[in-house]
């Protein structure tokens, strides 16, 4: 069995709150991984901020429950329910105590895969290469973005890791798309920048750890070890397909 576990984070969405087609449409990427086999995963649903629409989160939750039982065997899983709303942040902080493994892969129920990558290839590159602390995995294409926060970042693209098996380019700009770190570096580090609640109004309803640091390049290469997984301007590794948007 791999040395990680994958956290799939929901929460309610005041637009089609009993949708669970995204989320499910995301866990059945899995199958796009190889060596993916009976790693341990957890869905992890926040606590509703819309009082009028907890029957329907109720729903959301239970549809996913009977497509996890219908599809996968009972040991390979776990749900957990946070019954206060926490945003992402404080969501995260208390779903990583029951992560027992080394590694942690935190996935957005948005976000799916549309590329296929060896999971076994990517850990060991991880062991292999002690720099690189955390590795997303990009839904657009793997270079800088006119307009966006990535002309802040002075480290993108330039390290470069190339392995037996796959490619990785630096940023210095976090982002909390699809992403693998050690839970240590996660605690220790990423925590450590990221505050529970908003400093500032947010529209969306799930107040990402992007929204943090959106402004805050992380220069310290050497502290952060960011890498984006692939080559330069390879195609995106998963689509965000906009969850109650």
Known sequence: MNDITFVITAHCMKKDPTNSSHIIKTIQSFNLIKNFNNTKFIVSFDGSKFPDLEKQYETFKHDIRVFLSQHFDKSQYEMIYHYQNLNLVGHLRKTLSYVKTKYVFIIQQDLPFIQSFDLQSVLHDMEQHPQIK????????NKPIPGQNTSFDKIYNKFHIKTEHNNYISTGIFCDRNHISTIQHYNDVIMKECP????????????????????????DHDKFGIYIFGHYDMKPMIKHTRAGR
């Open 134 to 141: 955390h590795i997303r995995f990009n839904d657009t294409r």
């Open 196 to 219: 529970d609640k908003p400093n500032r109004p947010w529209v969306y309803p799930c107040w990402g750890m992007e929204h943090f640091f959106c402004y805050k390049p992380m220069d």
